[in-house]
């Protein structure tokens, strides 16, 4: 019998939505921090907040769907363990673009801003790219970590990571191409210069494979020592 989990189209909308609403709130709460308090630190925590608690809500509704990625590096990671189709992976991957760019047009229209923007906030470096590694390392092995010990509560796990990134991080701990890439079309808080790109979403790809390798050898089921083997 097939499910819904098993229908392709159904899946793509659910990663082009749940990405959109997640670019929508990240985009959104910034616009609306800023206007609030001119304090950098209050507009960050009024932007920090709202993303962790959307994450919470977009998996839980949509995970039961497509698994709840929103993020390219997610995929990737996924498809690498084969347990999502090549095919298949792709369509999220555009889609997850697709719907970041709409979010950030969304949020801009809530906020009766000009719809196209292109960012001219400067983000790049060594430090910046490092941060941006940690964040995505440390949001894939979450994942896996959750998978393998708490499925039940990745939509929390998720959340409060996030939601601390924000702060430890020297990058606000964007972790996902797809929301690099759809804040790049946001000239507010929450934007990115499209020439900084390129670095950003290196990071987040290669801290997303480190963790990975990492959890395939930490996560791994345990081998049966001599001693169990004896008593079976």
Known sequence: MKTVADDLPRRIVAEALGTALLVATVVGSGIMAARLTHDVAISLLGNTLPTGAILVVLITILGPISGAHFNPAVTLVFALRRE??????????????????AGSFLAHAMFELPIL???????????????????????????????????????????????????????????????????????????????????????????????????????????PTRQMKAAE
């Not at 999502?84 to 760019?101: D, S």
């Not at 702060?167 to 964007?174: G, N, Q, R, V």
């Open 117 to 223: 923007q292109v960012s001219a906030t400067v983000r790049t470096g060594a430090g910046q790219w490092l941060a941006e590694a940690v964040a995505a390392f440390g949001l894939v092995f979450t994942i896996l970590a959750g998978l393998r010990f708490r499925s039940d509560a990745i939509p929390w796990l998720v959340g409060l990571y996030i939601t601390a990134a924000y702060w430890f991080t020297a990058s606000t701990s964007f972790a996902n191409p797809a929301v690099a890439v759809a804040r790049a079309f946001s000239d507010t808080f929450a934007g990115i210069r499209p020439v900084d790109l390129p670095g950003f979403i290196a990071a987040e790809l290669l801290g997303a494979l480190l963790a990975m390798a990492l959890a395939g050898w930490l996560l791994a089921e345990p081998k």
């Open 84 to 101: 999502i189709e090549a095919n298949a992976a792709l369509a999220y991957v555009v889609a997850q673009i697709v719907g970041g760019i």
